[in-house]
């Protein structure tokens, strides 16, 4: 089964600035894996080997704080960048 690509365009931008749930629940998934990566810490194991393993905390953390910043995001300003292009 093929994936399909997940992007985030200006209509679900500004339903996110605006507090929607389905667009906030799009671009939490847009950057699910970046945020994964970003809460992923390496373990050192007592045969030297290294676990990586994804701190849930931080990545509930790491969530909370792009939820809290969505309202701020600089719509306008980015509207008007990318008019010019």
Request: charged residues 40%; proline residues 4%; glycine residues 4%.
């Amino acid at each position: 089964m093929q994936e399909q690509e997940c992007t985030l365009d200006v209509k679900t931008i500004e339903a996110a600035v605006a507090g929607e749930k389905w667009a906030l629940e799009k671009v939490l998934e847009y950057y699910g894996d970046y945020i994964e990566e970003m809460a992923s810490l390496d373990e050192e194991q007592p045969d030297g080997s290294v676990k990586k393993y994804v701190d849930e905390d931080l990545k509930q953390e790491i969530i909370l704080k792009l939820l809290e910043e969505i309202p701020n995001f600089p719509l306008e300003e980015a509207k008007k960048e990318a008019a010019e292009e």
